[in-house]
């Protein structure tokens, strides 16, 4: 009810604001696109970004709910654990009932699971140490961790939901996949795994990306 008795409406992404006239039947002059701003990365940051990367290292961080889609990178583990032996998944953020989650687990010993609140401190570590970032949302409008991953200079493998496809350009800052499919899932994270150059080229254009078109510097003018 709320948005249909607003004079203005922002959003964080551009494919949301056919969403939002679809939706709720207002104006697309009422409706306004603002990116998913960040501060720029400069040396003084305390985000130092460490060449150091552990070779097979994925990571999901952030809340779990069930629209985060992990049970999908859960199933592709297996997958990718054929192809990949040396295989690490991180799994950093609280949520719902997590044990739906261990059950579904093939290969346990793959996992590392940080179910808790993760401080600034542990963050830091968690982005300099992995491989990679996947996001595997089967529902969303945008996400933060986007920006974040990019500022650590880290590639991210994200599914086409919402507006994530706003922040993430196809093989050129990330990889973009279909939702719902661990097969894709584990396609994409093979391919960034197995490939260096390919994983440097996507980390630092996301990063000259993310200072960019996504600085508030950027977006305030």
């Known amino acids: 009810k709320w948005i249909n008795e607003a004079n203005e409406v922002i959003v964080h992404g551009r494919k949301m604001v056919n969403y939002i006239k679809e939706d709720h039947g207002l104006d697309l002059a009422n409706i306004n696109y603002v990116p998913l701003g960040f501060p720029k990365h400069n040396e003084s940051s305390k985000i130092k970004i460490n060449s150091d ?11 779990i709910w069930e629209y985060k889609g992990l049970d999908y990178l859960i199933r592709a583990e297996p ?8 295989l690490e998944i991180v799994i950093a953020g609280e949520g719902e009932d997590f044990s739906k989650y261990e059950n579904q687990m093939v290969n346990k010993e793959r996992y590392k699971i940080k179910n808790y609140r993760i401080n600034d401190e542990e963050i830091d570590e968690l982005f300099q140490s992995s491989t990679l970032i996947m996001l595997p949302y089967v529902e969303a409008t945008q996400s933060g961790i986007i920006p974040l991953a990019y ?71």
């Open 79 to 86: 997958i990718i654990s054929a192809q990949i032996p040396n």
């Open 53 to 63: 990367r552990k070779p097979s290292t994925v990571l999901f961080f952030g809340r």
């Open 151 to 221: 500022r650590y200079k880290l590639p991210i493998v994200v599914t086409d939901v919402g507006a994530i496809s706003d922040y993430v350009i196809n093989e050129e800052t990330g990889i973009v996949i279909p939702p719902r499919s661990e097969e894709k899932i584990a396609e994409a994270i093979v391919k960034l795994i197995s490939n260096s150059n390919l994983r440097d080229d996507l980390a630092n254009k996301g990063y000259k990306f993310l200072n960019n078109e996504l600085s508030w510097e950027t977006i305030s003018k």
